[in-house]
């Protein structure tokens, strides 16, 4: 396979949210032969809980791809139809762990894309927790599956700068860009065999990017006030930070923040009912910008305002 041009390696891309479409879509557009498509089962979704397809299976049933939707990676109908694809290479962004009877298959080994400079954030919610630890850089990695997640040995790297006010969602995007041509050049290192690979360090003390649940993103405004803002920011717009106000839930979307002394409770909130709502922190405040109340719209604060009543 060493020397052989890059558009002739059989690929099986393995993938479901919207951050492992643009991959897919920019291997296609650069003449990859993707002969396979694994993702995650039709889930039910919406008001109705209809069965919704994920992104990218819809994409990839666009461009008339096969899609495999194994409920379990290793039963043997889903494994001896993988098999018989007969793949040089495996592509993984944005799925499941894999099993090694899995990742061991293709000749040229199984690589994956993770939103993270490795060895930092390993884990499932990477882009979230460098936002919310207030990095100023974080990046892309691509990297050979190995049995523990994340560790295996790093063929790429991309770093990534992160704005004092870029939100999760709005990193995410860029992230997912940039995360489609590292797929595509590491594609094309592997093809002619001009792969240079580095071992991670597993010992070292790095920051840990584990799954976000709800509880996680309550709002403790005992904390200084730009921890708040960048916990904020970094599970903006998923899944949203929240906090209680008028004794419902609140997720607040978009805000900044002042630095000042004052004498109120962290936590405590204070409004004029029109324009503005604040939430005393330990050393400031955090001040709304976009909110979405308990069963409502995402919207301005002031929209927010202008529809409720004063305690």
């Known amino acids: 396979m060493k020397n052989k041009d890059y558009t002739h390696?059989?690929?099986?891309?393995?993938?479901?949210?919207?951050?492992?479409?643009?991959?897919?879509?920019h291997l296609l557009e650069n003449g990859c032969q993707v002969v396979g498509v694994v993702t995650s089962p039709d889930r039910?979704?919406?008001?109705?809980?209809?069965?919704?397809?994920?992104?990218?299976?819809?994409?990839?049933?666009?461009?008339?791809?096969?899609?495999?939707?194994?409920?379990?990676l290793r039963d043997e109908a889903?494994?001896?139809?993988?098999?018989?694809?007969?793949?040089?290479?495996?592509?993984?962004?944005?799925?499941?762990?894999?099993?090694?009877?899995v990742f061991e298959m293709p000749p040229l080994g199984t690589f994956n894309l993770h939103a993270s400079l490795l060895p930092k954030?390993?884990?499932?919610?990477?882009?979230?927790w460098a936002v919310?630890?207030?990095?100023?850089?974080?990046?892309?990695?691509?990297?050979?599956?190995?049995?523990?997640?994340?560790?295996g040995k790093i063929i790429l790297?991309?770093?990534?700068?992160?704005?004092?006010?870029?939100?999760?969602?709005?990193?995410?995007?860029?992230?997912?860009?940039?995360?489609?041509?590292?797929?595509?050049?590491?594609?094309?290192?592997?093809?002619?065999?001009?792969?240079?690979?580095?071992?991670?360090?597993l010992q070292g003390?790095?920051?840990?990017?584990?799954?976000?649940?709800?509880?996680?993103?309550?709002?403790?405004?005992?904390?200084?006030?730009?921890?708040?803002?960048?916990?904020?920011r970094g599970l903006s717009p998923y899944p949203g930070a929240f906090t209680e106000f008028q004794d419902k839930a609140l997720k607040i979307f978009k805000a900044k923040y002042t630095l000042e002394s004052h004498r109120i409770l962290p936590g405590k909130w204070v409004t004029d009912?029109?324009?503005?709502l604040s939430f005393a922190c330990e050393d400031g405040f955090i001040h709304c910008q976009e909110v979405q109340a308990e069963n409502k719209k995402r919207m301005s604060v002031v929209d927010f305002l202008n529809g409720i009543s004063p305690d």
């Open 157 to 201: 790297q991309e770093s990534v700068p992160i704005g004092k006010d870029t939100t999760a969602g709005e990193l995410h995007d860029t992230l997912m860009q940039k995360g489609a041509d590292l797929v595509l050049q590491t594609v094309k290192a592997i093809a002619t065999g001009n792969v240079q690979v580095r071992v991670q360090d």
């Open 205 to 232: 003390d790095y920051p840990k990017a584990p799954k976000i649940f709800r509880e996680d993103c309550r709002i403790d405004f005992f904390r200084e006030a730009e921890q708040v803002y960048n916990f904020i």
């Open 132 to 151: 919310i630890n207030g990095e100023t850089e974080t990046g892309l990695t691509t990297f050979f599956i190995e049995k523990e997640i994340d560790t």
């Open 78 to 101: 889903f494994l001896a139809t993988l098999q018989a694809l007969a793949a040089d290479v495996f592509v993984v962004v944005a799925f499941r762990m894999l099993p090694a009877l």
């Open 44 to 72: 039910p979704a919406g008001r109705g809980y209809h069965l919704q397809p994920s992104p990218v299976k819809k994409y990839a049933e666009q461009h008339q791809i096969l899609v495999l939707q194994p409920e379990k």
């Open 121 to 128: 954030y390993r884990g499932a919610a990477p882009i979230n």
């Open 273 to 276: 009912y029109k324009t503005h």
């Open 9 to 25: 390696l059989r690929i099986v891309y393995m993938g479901t949210p919207e951050f492992a479409v643009a991959p897919l879509a």
